[in-house]
């Protein structure tokens, strides 16, 4: 999507601008810096509904920090600030989010960085005090088979006081590894931003790239369809991690193996079974045949009937219905403060989803739900994600019965200027923007739905028991690789 | 009555897969015996610079993402897809050519290690900045189908417990000291894998803000098991066969 209309503004009134924006209702969706000379342009983009907006600032390596007016900007601008060594003055909580290391110069920006006398910057202590209270330090490597992060828990007795969430250790500078020639297709690279979200980051990737050009019919719902097996074959690795963190193996070997048919169908269908390497800019790679189709229904319909399943044995059993409730639980209030956005949001009671909001590619000419939860708990958020693999099976056969023969794949042509690809992947909503300039991609900067929902995991865990720590992180089901890009 | 269809939709036997099944999970390489005229059209597109052509066509399996983008631009088509093998163990074991064609993984586990292991291996995954696609395989090793326990395996909570150390991703700077430490906790004789091509190359990431090429060259792996990211079931047979119990 071409997004070249923007709104400049001055940086030293930035703050109260986006003050007046977050009081009528405006989330910030991402915030950048592009660097140019002299200086860089802050890029912020906010949205309402279906409404977007662009506003740019021209800023000289300090400008008066958002996050006082608008909270949920203060890991953009930590990230900004780390990145790009441009200072917000007045930041609350200037710590490193995903970089940690001084040495010359800053990773993003133009002039490159030099690691020469390099030092690590020390993670820093929770400060808390008190009679009892003690400091748990965890990871990054952890007990179970997950991706890298520190976590500092302030415990006394049993409940959390604080929790800090220092995240980057999966940090591979991929947003400069974009930079180059646009005429390269750098799609692989998207799909390995974050594996098992490899279809919404390809296809954001392959909006952002491909300009306002018309896709083919028959790939727009292709796209579709692999976009929702995505998103039930991460449900149901959720659903089933939630049954594996609190102790209930049977529903867990279930909802693992529903998962594994489902993976091994991918590859059957597709060739891989993360579905890397199906999108491309200007459509899809693979078509599926008749039987193919036939198959297709049928393992989505599995699919459907195993989460129920789960779902089912999940409610019936009082042990694992007092685990889930009330654990966890993440206020609206706090839910929209912090900008969050995905599963997590909408069991927190936001009604917010990009295929509705902003439909892309056949979401338009398809009839779904939004699936939302009010109490904000461990189990509001089990119960959204069996609801969206109910929304998602139906809408994979309704892209089954309304798709047309056709082409699948056409010429794209890179537009120059700002654009912009947005998805509802199966975390929540994933923005890429592209800012081209010389036939030449300048800055691409990823927001992953995992960025700005990290710091809402802080919030929903205190009070709750130290043990509960794993089955509220699972709930959330958040990405380390996306975010530390 | 509907609850009955449900739960003959839903599988009611036992899903795990055989040995002979998972030896038939095959992972499909780009590979060229006859036909090249040299046009370098596949080094041009290959995202990782896999494919080398000099005095011969060779690929480098260790840097392959398997994105088959040279099969599709091969304008002789003379790029096809053949099997590839399961694991090396040692790095340049994985680059092919028409003079050292791909088959059978050879070799394995030093002899005097594996006895001492003996038949009981306990896997500590390593994580050291993968996309998360390596870890969704190996959370899947244990699910019904594969259910490593069955082959004497297990995945451990602390290093301190592991035989083994099952490592992923291209090794960033920022898990570079924690890496080396848990390498350091875990009791000898222990054993290292590079699984995937990010672990055994950098493969996509390799220009990136990452240690080397890969993790070799902060830890010393004993085999290296290629694909982006390897099906579980290679995994198992790869270890199974690299230990000698195959």
Same mark, same amino acid.
């Given at each position: 999507?071409?997004?070249?209309?923007?709104?400049?503004?001055?940086?030293?009134?930035?703050?109260?601008?986006?003050?007046?924006?977050?009081?009528?209702?405006?989330?910030?969706?991402?915030?950048?810096?592009?660097?140019?000379?002299?200086?860089?342009?802050?890029?912020?983009?906010?949205?309402?509904?279906?409404?977007?907006?662009?506003?740019?600032?021209?800023?000289?390596?300090?400008?008066?920090?958002?996050?006082?007016?608008?909270?949920?900007?203060?890991?953009?601008?930590?990230?900004?600030?780390?990145?790009?060594?441009?200072?917000?003055?007045?930041?609350?909580?200037?710590?490193?989010?995903?970089?940690?290391?001084?040495?010359?110069?800053?990773?993003?920006?133009?002039?490159?960085?030099?690691?020469?006398?390099?030092?690590?910057?020390?993670?820093?202590?929770?400060?808390?005090?008190?009679?009892?209270?003690?400091?748990?330090?965890?990871?990054?490597?952890?007990?179970?088979?997950?991706?890298?992060?520190?976590?500092?828990?302030?415990?006394?007795?049993?409940?959390?006081?604080?929790?800090?969430?220092?995240?980057?250790?999966?940090?591979?500078?991929?947003?400069?590894?974009?930079?180059?020639?646009?005429?390269?297709?750098?799609?692989?690279?998207?799909?390995?931003?974050?594996?098992?979200?490899?279809?919404?980051?390809?296809?954001?990737?392959?909006?952002?790239?491909?300009?306002?050009?018309?896709?083919?019919?028959?790939?727009?719902?292709?796209?579709?369809?692999?976009?929702?097996?995505?998103?039930?074959?991460?449900?149901?690795?959720?659903?089933?991690?939630?049954?594996?963190?609190?102790?209930?193996?049977?529903?867990?070997?279930?909802?693992?193996?529903?998962?594994?048919?489902?993976?091994?169908?991918?590859?059957?269908?597709?060739?891989?079974?993360?579905?890397?390497?199906?999108?491309?800019?200007?459509?899809?790679?693979?078509?599926?045949?008749?039987?193919?189709?036939?198959?297709?229904?049928?393992?989505?319909?599995?699919?459907?009937?195993?989460?129920?399943?789960?779902?089912?044995?999940?409610?019936?059993?009082?042990?694992?219905?007092?685990?889930?409730?009330?654990?966890?639980?993440?206020?609206?209030?706090?839910?929209?403060?912090?900008?969050?956005?995905?599963?997590?949001?909408?069991?927190?009671?936001?009604?917010?989803?990009?295929?509705?909001?902003?439909?892309?590619?056949?979401?338009?000419?398809?009839?779904?739900?939004?699936?939302?939860?009010?109490?904000?708990?461990?189990?509001?958020?089990?119960?959204?994600?069996?609801?969206?693999?109910?929304?998602?099976?139906?809408?994979?056969?309704?892209?089954?019965?309304?798709?047309?023969?056709?082409?699948?794949?056409?010429?794209?042509?890179?537009?120059?200027?700002?654009?912009?690809?947005?998805?509802?992947?199966?975390?929540?909503?994933?923005?890429?923007?592209?800012?081209?300039?010389?036939?030449?991609?300048?800055?691409?900067?990823?927001?992953?739905?995992?960025?700005?929902?990290?710091?809402?995991?802080?919030?929903?865990?205190?009070?709750?028991?130290?043990?509960?720590?794993?089955?509220?992180?699972?709930?959330?089901?958040?990405?380390?690789?996306?975010?530390?890009? | 009555?509907?609850?009955?269809?449900?739960?003959?939709?839903?599988?009611?036997?036992?899903?795990?897969?055989?040995?002979?099944?998972?030896?038939?999970?095959?992972?499909?390489?780009?590979?060229?015996?006859?036909?090249?005229?040299?046009?370098?059209?596949?080094?041009?597109?290959?995202?990782?610079?896999?494919?080398?052509?000099?005095?011969?066509?060779?690929?480098?399996?260790?840097?392959?993402? /398997?994105? =088959?983008?040279? $099969?599709? %631009?091969?304008?002789?088509?003379? *790029?096809?897809? &053949?099997?590839? !093998?399961?694991?090396?163990?040692?790095?340049?074991?994985?680059?092919?050519?028409?003079?050292?064609?791909?088959?059978?993984?050879?070799?394995?586990?030093?002899?005097?290690?594996?006895?001492?292991?003996?038949?009981?291996?306990?896997?500590?995954?390593?994580?050291?900045?993968?996309?998360?696609?390596?870890?969704?395989?190996?959370?899947?090793?244990?699910?019904?189908?594969?259910?490593?326990?069955? /082959?004497? =395996?297990?995945? $451990?909570? %602390?290093?301190?417990?592991?035989? *083994?150390?099952? &490592?992923?991703? !291209?090794?960033?700077?920022?898990?570079?000291?924690?890496?080396?430490?848990?390498?350091?906790?875990?009791?000898?004789?222990?054993?290292?894998?590079?699984?995937?091509?990010?672990?055994?190359?950098?493969?996509?990431?390799?220009?990136?803000?990452?240690?080397?090429?890969?993790?070799?060259?902060?830890?010393?792996?004993?085999?290296?098991?290629?694909?982006?990211?390897?099906?579980?079931?290679?995994?198992?047979?790869?270890?199974?066969?690299?230990?000698?119990?195959?």
């Amino acid at each position: 999507m071409i997004f070249n209309s923007s709104t400049p503004c001055d940086p030293e009134i930035l703050a109260q601008y986006l003050g007046t924006f977050y009081a009528d209702g405006w989330r910030i969706m991402s915030m950048f810096a592009s660097e140019s000379s002299p200086g860089a342009t802050l890029n912020v983009i906010l949205r309402r509904g279906s409404e977007i907006v662009r506003i740019t600032s021209e800023v000289d390596g300090r400008y008066p920090a958002v996050t006082p007016r608008v909270p949920s900007a203060s890991i953009l601008e930590r990230t900004i600030w780390e990145m790009n060594g441009i200072v917000p003055e007045g930041h609350d909580y200037l710590v490193p989010s995903i970089f940690w290391r001084k040495g010359n110069g800053h990773p993003l920006q133009k002039g490159g960085y030099f690691a020469d006398g390099e030092s690590r910057i020390p993670i820093p202590k929770n400060h808390v005090s008190g009679t009892g209270v003690y400091e748990i330090p965890v990871g990054p490597v952890h007990a179970g088979v997950i991706e890298p992060g520190h976590f500092r828990f302030s415990a006394a007795g049993e409940p959390i006081l604080r929790l800090k969430i220092h995240l980057g250790y999966a940090h591979k500078g991929v947003e400069k590894l974009f930079e180059g020639p646009v005429k390269q297709n750098l799609s692989h690279l998207a799909e390995r931003i974050s594996g098992d979200n490899a279809v919404a980051h390809g296809l954001a990737y392959a909006h952002a790239m491909e300009g306002d050009t018309d896709i083919p019919a028959r790939a727009r719902y292709l796209r579709v369809i692999l976009s929702e097996l995505e998103r039930i074959h991460n449900h149901l690795d959720v659903i089933a991690g939630l049954c594996t963190d609190s102790a209930f193996s049977v529903a867990a070997a279930y909802g693992a193996e529903a998962r594994e048919e489902l993976l091994r169908a991918n590859h059957e269908l597709f060739g891989n079974r993360m579905l890397m390497g199906s999108i491309v800019p200007g459509g899809v790679k693979r078509d599926l045949s008749a039987d193919q189709i036939h198959k297709l229904e049928n393992v989505v319909m599995r699919a459907g009937f195993a989460a129920m399943k789960v779902d089912g044995y999940m409610r019936r059993s009082p042990s694992e219905v007092d685990r889930l409730e009330t654990t966890g639980v993440l206020e609206t209030e706090d839910a929209l403060r912090l900008g969050t956005v995905g599963t997590v949001a909408r069991a927190s009671g936001i009604v917010s989803d990009v295929r509705a909001d902003l439909p892309y590619d056949a979401y338009g000419a398809l009839s779904f739900n939004t699936v939302s939860r009010n109490k904000g708990d461990v189990m509001s958020r089990a119960a959204v994600r069996v609801g969206e693999v109910t929304e998602s099976v139906s809408i994979i056969l309704q892209c089954i019965t309304d798709m047309d023969k056709g082409e699948i794949r056409t010429e794209t042509e890179t537009p120059e200027g700002f654009s912009m690809g947005i998805v509802e992947s199966p975390r929540g909503e994933l923005l890429h923007c592209a800012d081209i300039r010389d036939g030449n991609i300048w800055r691409y900067s990823v927001r992953d739905p995992s960025v700005v929902n990290w710091p809402a995991l802080e919030l929903a865990v205190l009070g709750n028991i130290v043990p509960d720590f794993p089955l509220i992180n699972k709930s959330f089901g958040l990405s380390y690789s996306g975010n530390d890009l | 009555m509907i609850r009955r269809s449900v739960s003959n939709l839903v599988s009611q036997k036992k899903p795990a897969v055989s040995r002979e099944e998972m030896h038939g999970d095959r992972l499909m390489m780009p590979f060229v015996s006859v036909g090249c005229r040299k046009c370098r059209k596949c080094t041009e597109v290959c995202p990782t610079d896999a494919i080398e052509i000099s005095e011969e066509w060779t690929v480098d399996i260790g840097k392959c993402i /398997f994105c =088959m983008e040279c $099969v599709e %631009s091969c304008p002789s088509s003379a *790029v096809k897809e &053949v099997p590839a !093998p399961l694991y090396a163990d040692r790095r340049d074991g994985l680059i092919f050519g028409v003079s050292r064609p791909p088959g059978e993984s050879e070799g394995g586990i030093e002899k005097s290690k594996a006895e001492i292991l003996s038949d009981s291996i306990a896997i500590r995954e390593l994580d050291t900045g993968s996309c998360n696609a390596c870890e969704v395989e190996v959370n899947c090793m244990s699910n019904p189908f594969y259910d490593m326990s069955r /082959f004497g =395996m297990k995945i $451990v909570a %602390s290093p301190r417990h592991a035989d *083994v150390l099952l &490592v992923t991703g !291209p090794m960033t700077r920022n898990m570079k000291a924690a890496a080396l430490e848990t390498f350091e906790a875990v009791p000898s004789p222990k054993v290292v894998v590079a699984m995937g091509t990010c672990a055994i190359s950098g493969g996509i990431f390799v220009e990136g803000d990452v240690f080397g090429e890969g993790i070799k060259d902060t830890l010393d792996p004993d085999i290296y098991i290629p694909g982006c990211p390897p099906s579980p079931g290679r995994v198992l047979i790869a270890l199974l066969k690299a230990f000698g119990r195959d």
